[in-house]
Structures are given as structure tokens and as C-alpha cells.
């Protein structure tokens, strides 16, 4: 009895517009349109006014969109003022953490809790993420801040501002079709503890905050650093089922496989393993895929269990020369996109979370007195 409910599993938390799964057989949709025609189809900002406006935009309301998320890309004062003390200090996830907070001291909307202050909010979040990460990864290095393009995407504009050059229009579309694979995914850890945070009716980015402290973990969205870092310590295909195989005699998880929810192939897998399949061919270098390919067979043969999300973009991302520990701060820049519209729907509909338990401590006992102590 004391595991019911263990992790909640099963359990519906809140209702939602946003995002659905269907676990049995692999299908992930946002707002009813499935994740495979939005990854071959939709753009990043696209999914932003979908997820927040539950419709896909027009030409104009995508025009406008663009352009409002364009003019939010610089952090207020303060954070900028902030960013060099962190990137001295702080790994990735903990600099996110600090400074998404931190921007809810200067946000031009103030304490306005009000539904369309949320959303400028919420755009505005949506829009300085990539530039935190990006400003950070500069400050680090000791290299020249890049700022923001107006002209470019959010994803390319993204990849300029880490790197200092303009992708070419096929990374920059790959790079995009990340971020929409990676928008929205019900009620997941990061997801639920958003929700968690605005059912207090705490502001949003309290929220947000909560929500990043929940993907920074191993089990969620620090998976796809930990497959990077399995890759590098494998080192060679051959190696690949030897290291898996004492992995499972250790009892240890191999990180970007299984899933809660999914029993199948994660849908979101299918297109990150084709990116990185067709990155290994266009870089000639095919190392990270052949070891994926071999951990993933071994997985399967040995356990039965399918990647996840993390297991190719950990690739991907490698193949885009992008540092291993942004790749989870890379995730929240696109999950806050879901992250965001999430605490807009609880707000909307609200009631407080307040889970039951299953206690299992002691009996009812008397008080014992300090000196009857043993
Ligand atoms: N490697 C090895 N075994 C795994 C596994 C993995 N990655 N994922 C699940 N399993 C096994 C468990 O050991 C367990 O086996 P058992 O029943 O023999 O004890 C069974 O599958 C169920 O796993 P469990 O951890 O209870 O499932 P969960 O729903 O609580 O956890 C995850 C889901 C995602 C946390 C889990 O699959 C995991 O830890 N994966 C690795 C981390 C990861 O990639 N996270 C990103 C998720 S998108």
C-alpha cells in the first residue's frame, strides 16, 4: 500500500489543452496536430502561438509574434549586471535557475499578474532564454558578447549568438526542429512542478523557476549531457555493447532510454535519430552515431527498451558543436515555451495542488524526555 500511486504514475494532475500522449503506441500531439507534421512543418515561433494561443498562427499573427519575441532578446540590467558573477561561478542549469529569477525584479510588467501581462511574460521568457544561455556560454570563454539579430529565427539567431558565425539554413532548420520536438510534453516532472508553483498563484517566474530546478535532473532532462558523456567514455562502436552489458550486471540505468508514459518508440526519437544519422553523413563523422546505434541496439536486445528523447539529441547537439553542458539549458529554452502556456492554462482554471500520502512512519508514540533519551 505504502507504493500507490508511487511517482504519481497514472495519475491525472490537471486538465490540459496543450499537449497529449498516447503511450501505447508512440504518439505525441500539441493542440491536436501531431509531433511528426510539426517537426517536418511548423517553425519554433509557430509552436510558441500555438501552445499559447491554441491555434496556429496566420501569416500576420506569426509576423507579429516573431517580432515581439525579436525585441525581448536582450535581459534587463540587472540580469546582464548578474550574468558575469554566474558564468565565473555557476554550471549552466544553476545560471538559468539564478537569472530566470532574477528577471522577475526588472520585468517591465512588475508585479502585473493580470492575464495579458502574463503573456508578455511569457514571451518575454520565451525570447531571453537562448540569450542567457548564449551570453553565459560567451562570458566563460572570455569571448566577445554576440548580440542579438532582429532578422534571425530564435533558433538561428541562437546559434549565432553562442557561436559568433550564422549557421547555414539547414543547421539553423535542424537546430529549429529541436526546439519544436523538445515545446511541450503534458505533465511532465518540470512541467507538473511549474504547475505545482502557479496553483499557489505564485508569479510566473517563480514558476519557471521551479521548472528548471525539476529538468536539471539526471532522470529528466539532464539525460541527454549524461548520453554525451556515456559516448565519450565508450569511445569506440565496439566497445559499446561490452560497456552496456556491465552496466545492467551493475543494476545501473543507461541514461536517454525508457519513459514513464511511452511503451513504444518515443516520436520524438524517430526524428532526432534521422537528424543525427544525416549530421554524421554531412560532417563525415560518423563516431557519435555508430555508438548510439550500437547502444541502442544493445538496449533493445538486452532490456527491450526504447530511446527517448535524449538519447539522439545528445548527438545532434554534439554534431552542432554545441558544449555538453548547455544541452539541458538548450531543453529549457525550448520547453519553456510549454512551460509558460502550462502556468497560463492552471492560472486560467486554478485550484491549489495539494497531493494525499500514504504514511508509513511510526505508531502514535509517547513524548520522551531529552534526559530519558538513549
Ligand atoms: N536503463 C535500464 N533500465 C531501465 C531504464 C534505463 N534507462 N529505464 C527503465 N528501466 C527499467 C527499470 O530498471 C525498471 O526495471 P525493473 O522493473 O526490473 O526494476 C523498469 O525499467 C521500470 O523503470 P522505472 O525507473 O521504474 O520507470 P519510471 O517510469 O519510474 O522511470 C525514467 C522513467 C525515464 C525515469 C527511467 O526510464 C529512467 O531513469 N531513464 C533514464 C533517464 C532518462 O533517460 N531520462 C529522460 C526521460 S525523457
Known amino acids: 500500500m ?154 538561428a539567431n541562437f546559434l549565432y549568438m553562442l557561436k559568433g558565425d550564422k549557421a547555414d539554413d539547414d543547421t539553423a532548420r535542424m537546430f529549429d526542429t529541436c526546439l519544436v520536438l523538445h515545446a511541450d510534453h503534458t505533465m511532465n516532472a518540470s512541467t507538473f512542478a511549474a504547475r505545482v508553483c502557479a496553483a499557489t498563484l505564485s508569479d ?40 552496456i552489458i556491465k552496466k545492467f550486471a551493475n543494476k545501473e540505468k543507461v541514461m536517454g532510454f525508457g519513459h514513464r508514459v511511452y511503451k513504444t518508440e518515443d516520436p520524438r526519437a524517430t526524428h532526432l535519430r534521422r537528424m543525427a544519422k544525416e549530421l554524421a553523413e554531412k560532417t563525415g563523422d560518423p563516431h557519435n552515431w555508430e555508438i548510439s546505434q550500437e547502444i541502442e541496439k544493445t538496449v533493445m536486445d538486452e532490456k527491450g527498451i526504447y530511446p527517448n528523447v535524449d538519447f539522439y539529441a545528445a548527438s545532434v547537439y554534439g554534431y552542432l558543436q554545441i558544449p555538453t553542458d548547455l544541452f539541458t539549458p538548450i531543453f529549457a529554452c525550448s520547453r519553456v515555451a510549454g512551460w509558460s502556456a502550462h502556468v497560463r492554462e492552471q492560472y486560467a482554471d486554478n485550484r491549489l495542488i495539494r497531493p494525499d500520502h500514504g504514511y508509513v512512519g511510526p505508531a502514535p508514540r509517547d513524548w520522551t524526555p531529552l534526559s530519558d533519551r538513549g
Open 2 to 155: 505504502a507504493n500507490a500511486g508511487k511517482g504519481l504514475e497514472g495519475v491525472v494532475a490537471a486538465e490540459t489543452a496543450l499537449s497529449d500522449i498516447d503511450g501505447q503506441q508512440g504518439i505525441l500531439s500539441y493542440v491536436g496536430y501531431s509531433i511528426h507534421d510539426l517537426a517536418d512543418n511548423a517553425t519554433f515561433e509557430e509552436i510558441i502561438y500555438l501552445l499559447h494561443h491554441l491555434e496556429l498562427p496566420t501569416e500576420s499573427q506569426l509576423a507579429s509574434i516573431r517580432e515581439q519575441l525579436a525585441q525581448e532578446r536582450e535581459p534587463n540590467g540587472f540580469v546582464s549586471e548578474l550574468l558575469p558573477t554566474l558564468a565565473a561561478n555557476a554550471a549552466p542549469m544553476s545560471m538559468l535557475r539564478t537569472a530566470v529569477s532574477a528577471s522577475s525584479a526588472k520585468d517591465p510588467d512588475g508585479w502585473d499578474v493580470s492575464e495579458a501581462a502574463n503573456y508578455r511574460k511569457a514571451i518575454r521568457l520565451c525570447a531571453v532564454f537562448p540569450t542567457l544561455v548564449a551570453y553565459y556560454h560567451r562570458l566563460r570563454s572570455d569571448e566577445k558578447l554576440i548580440p542579438p539579430d532582429p532578422n534571425l529565427s530564435l533558433a
Open 204 to 243: 510566473i517566474h517563480s514558476a519557471m523557476t521551479a521548472a528548471i530546478a525539476a529538468l536539471k535532473g539526471p532522470l529528466h532532462g539532464g539525460a541527454n549531457e549524461a548520453v554525451m558523456k556515456m559516448i565519450k567514455e565508450i569511445k569506440t562502436a565496439d566497445k559499446a555493447r561490452d560497456y
